[in-house]
């Protein structure tokens, strides 16, 4: 059974860098051909796919986001980490892990998800 966990600060200042990390666990992000993303839903809006990185290492960002957004990994942790920089009130969202079987955008294609974790961005 793979589990997916998020974990960062709860909170950040505007134009600071929201850093999250997400551990696997039942599974190894290294395994062909699984892809892992992140992907995030503001209040009263819908799921967002932000960027993934592939079990080769690949990264490929949401065009709105690319500027702002880098996902890298580390294998001997089994963990995948998002960098989102100049953040304002607008990136407030609770943001997820998930892992899909290749590289897709379509929410739905992902079977496992993290919980979830809040992320506020406030002074």
């Known amino acids: 059974q793979v589990q997916l966990q998020e974990s960062g600060p709860g909170l950040v200042k505007p134009s600071q860098t929201l850093s999250l990390t997400c551990t696997v666990s039942?599974?190894?992000?290294?395994?062909?051909?699984?892809?892992w993303s992140w992907i995030r839903q503001p209040p009263g809006k819908g799921l967002e796919w932000m960027g993934v990185?592939?079990?080769?290492?690949?990264?490929y960002y949401s065009p709105s986001l690319k500027s702002r957004t880098s996902i890298s990994r580390d294998t001997s942790k089994n963990q995948f980490s998002l960098q989102l920089s100049s953040v304002t009130p607008e990136d407030t969202a609770v943001y997820y892990c998930?892992?899909?079987?290749?590289?897709?955008?379509?929410?739905?294609?992902?079977?496992?998800w993290g919980q979830g974790t809040q992320v506020t961005v406030s002074s």
């Open positions: 990185i592939a079990y080769d290492g690949s990264t």
């Open positions: 039942g599974g190894s992000i290294t395994t062909s051909y699984y892809a």
């Open positions: 998930a892992r899909a079987y290749t590289i897709v955008v379509v929410t739905t294609s992902y079977d496992y």
